[in-house]
């Protein structure tokens, strides 16, 4: 046995040169729930079967808060990853601190220009070169309804609104949780957004949170839309508190609870516990968001390495994120859709066949819209302030003009 494993060692390693410069990659992200965990796992496989060693530097939080702190202190400290999931402008912020690595080479030779929509390829970009490679576009903007619990409370799946809070007191009286929710200030601001986009439109919502107006931002659309978050609160359990986004899916898929807005990253969550859309679930847009679209792309940011065979590994790393087959197995497991135009569709579900036709229509008619609750729309600071107050009104007793004035200052952070 002992003899055996030898073997094999050494039979790899006289066959690793042939890998061309095998080296080490590690990748930075926090993809540690069910579904999350298994869409990793793809790219790992597809890495170590190109000969290189994964070292997984996971850092668990949903929406990547803590990701974000150890990767400072790592990149700080002089010993950066080989990459690290990092979004929409945070990129630029990395980029003009000078660590990135340029990889318009991979690109170049991979054609990422035709392969992808500008809207993503724009982002992947720091002055006009490649620095990162885009693994999905998730959709923000949905509601997951259980079906069974809506029978059970003989309610509606609500498309505005007024139809939304009639939904919830039916299933309030039915004895079922109307909204599963996690009490964490990203998710806060993932709830947060789908209401505004719901109330407000795609253009107020661009107004505010894309080319931050302070006086929309303070205005009477976003008073509108805390006056709908604090009624969303009263249909929230008392254990919501820190609770983690994919604990609230369970609580959808086991019938605890009818609904809950999230990004598609909780499909994830359901197909991994066996759950057919349509059937078990279903994917809705949040109530008055029909049409409209909130993006967010994962997306893994290069940085400079020193030895050649890092270089290398990097540089395989970029070709098979943007790999037909990888674009396809890791999304068909983490919820979302390709980021690559050309992937085929034939094996995703409705959902996400519905997200791409979604984002190509809203695309159309400007109602395509960058999410800020995940990164994709301010610079970080004013993110950051502006997700403080959206939490804090979650959690206090706040009024909704106070909020709106404090969320208008917080839009002027940089
Ligand atoms: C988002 C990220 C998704 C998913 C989610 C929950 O910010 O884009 O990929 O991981 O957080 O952790």
């Not at 390829?121 to 923000?140: F, L, W």
């Not at 509601?143 to 939304?164: D, M, Q, R, S, Y």
């Not at 400079?304 to 070709?319: E, F, G, I, R, T």
Request: charge should be positive; proline fraction near 5%.
């Amino acid at each position: 046995m002992e003899m055996k494993r030898l073997t094999v060692a050494v039979l790899a390693a006289t066959l690793l040169p042939a890998a061309a410069m095998a080296g080490d990659v590690e990748v930075l992200h926090w993809w540690t729930s069910g579904g999350e965990a298994k869409s990793a796992a793809e790219l790992k496989k597809m890495m170590t079967a190109k000969g290189h060693t994964w070292k997984d530097f996971a850092v668990a939080g949903g929406g990547g808060d803590n990701a974000m702190t150890a990767l400072k202190t790592r990149v700080v400290s002089g010993n950066p990853p080989t990459a690290a999931q990092i979004k929409g402008p945070a990129i630029q912020e990395w980029g003009a601190e000078g660590v990135l690595a340029d990889i318009d080479a991979v690109a170049k030779a991979g054609n990422w220009d035709k392969q992808l929509p500008a809207v993503v390829s724009n982002v992947m970009k720091y002055k006009g070169k490649y620095v990162a490679a885009p693994v999905n576009v998730h959709r923000v903007n949905w509601l997951w309804v259980n079906p069974e619990a809506f029978k059970k409370a003989g309610a509606t799946v609500p498309k505005t609104w007024p139809e939304f809070f009639v939904a919830a007191d039916k299933l309030q009286k039915a004895g079922i949780q109307p909204i599963a929710h996690g009490g964490q200030p990203w998710q806060d601001a993932t709830l947060f957004e789908s209401v505004a986009l719901g109330v407000g439109g795609a253009d107020y919502y661009n107004k505010a949170f894309v080319k931050l107006d302070k006086a929309t931002v303070g205005g009477a659309t976003t008073v509108k839309v805390f006056e709908t978050m604090a009624k969303l609160k009263t249909y929230i359990d008392k254990g919501a508190a820190g609770r983690d986004w994919n604990l609230a899916t369970a609580m959808v898929i086991n019938g605890k609870a009818g609904m809950q807005f999230m990004g598609d990253w909780a499909k994830g969550e359901f197909t991994a516990a066996g759950k057919v859309p349509g059937k078990d679930f279903l994917c809705v847009d949040a109530p008055g968001t029909q049409n409209a679209f909130t993006f967010n792309i994962d997306s893994m940011a290069m940085f400079q390495q020193k030895s050649p065979a890092a270089v290398k590994a990097q540089a395989d790393l970029a070709a098979t994120i943007m790999s037909p087959q990888f674009q396809e197995v890791f999304n068909l497991n983490k919820g979302s859709i390709p980021a690559r135009l050309d992937t085929p569709l034939a094996k995703f579900d409705v959902c996400a066949k519905k997200s791409n036709f979604d984002m190509n229509a809203a695309a159309k008619s400007s109602k395509l819209v960058p999410s800020f609750a995940h990164k994709m729309a301010m610079p970080s600071a004013t993110e950051g302030a502006m997700v403080d107050v959206i939490s804090q009104f979650m959690n206090s007793s706040m009024t909704p003009k106070q909020a709106a004035e404090r969320l208008a200052k917080a839009s002027a952070v940089r």
